[in-house]
T-cell receptor, first 115, second 111 residues
Framework: DTGVSQDPRHKITKRGQNVTFRCDPISEHNRLYWYRQTLGQGPEFLTYFQNEAQLEKSRLLSDRFSAERPKGSFSTLEIQRTEQGDSAMYLC?????????????FGPGTRLTVL | GENVEQHPSTLSVQEGDSAVIKCTYSDSASNYFPWYKQELGKGPQLIIDIRSNVGEKKDQRIAVTLNKTAKHFSLHITETQPEDSAVYFCAALHTGNQFYFGTGTSLTVIP
């Protein structure tokens, strides 16, 4: 078990460009979450998947954001036409849905800077 | 939805002293309350959690208490060490699907 991994760890882009981040969850985990974290704040929920199905999206997730988990394993988060306000840490977490409440494990995050 | 408030935002303690961080939540439907430790440049790490059918849980120097009636839960760290210095987040799981996080407490343990 290598934990949740995210790639890239850092991304610097110019305003208006598109960016894509990848998350590889813990292998047996069927739930995958995306969060955004800005300086001095806790993680804010963006969306989550159960297997390959995207079950819930936050109102924070504008039309410029899209997430996929095509085979129920890794996931990608794409931001189109980036804006300076998109600068943040993007965190991925995974968990295993069972009869008990979920323990959620986070990846190291991708830090996005939009110039 | 759910609203989680966390206090204090910063906390400094002498090494060996105890630290207490408190959180309140608004929705009685929330039933799982994890605590995370986040070090600079890293993702949050789960350190302890408590479910709504339990009042207290302890793991070595770390304990969490839950008061369902008052809708608040607390993290207690005893015998603090410099390596405990980090940002701590509480969270509440709402209706089994979505986690809501507090705004974090920056803990500094002074050697």
């Amino acid at each position: 078990d290598t934990g949740v991994s995210q790639d890239p760890r850092h991304k610097i882009t110019k305003r208006g460009q598109n960016v894509t981040f990848r998350c590889d969850p813990i292998s047996e985990h069927n739930r995958l979450y995306w969060y955004r974290q800005t300086l001095g704040q806790g993680p804010e929920f963006l969306t989550y998947f159960q297997n390959e199905a995207q079950l819930e999206k936050s109102r924070l997730l504008s039309d410029r954001f899209s997430a996929e988990r095509p085979k129920g394993s890794f996931s990608t988060l794409e931001i189109q036409r980036t804006e300076q306000g998109d600068s943040a840490m993007y965190l991925c977490a995974s968990s295993f849905l069972s009869g008990r409440a979920q323990e959620q494990f986070f990846g190291p995050g991708t830090r996005l800077t939009v110039l | 939805g759910e609203n989680v408030e966390q206090h204090p935002s910063t906390l400094s303690v002498q090494e060996g002293d105890s630290a207490v961080i408190k959180c309140t939540y608004s929705d009685s439907a929330s039933n799982y309350f994890p605590w995370y430790k986040q070090e600079l440049g890293k993702g949050p790490q789960l350190i302890i959690d408590i479910r709504s059918n339990v009042g207290e849980k302890k793991d070595q120097r770390i304990a969490v208490t839950l008061n369902k009636t008052a809708k608040h839960f607390s993290l207690h760290i005893t015998e603090t060490q410099p390596e405990d210095s980090a940002v701590y987040f509480c969270a509440a799981l709402h209706t089994g699907n979505q986690f809501y996080f507090g705004t974090g407490t920056s803990l500094t343990v002074i050697p």
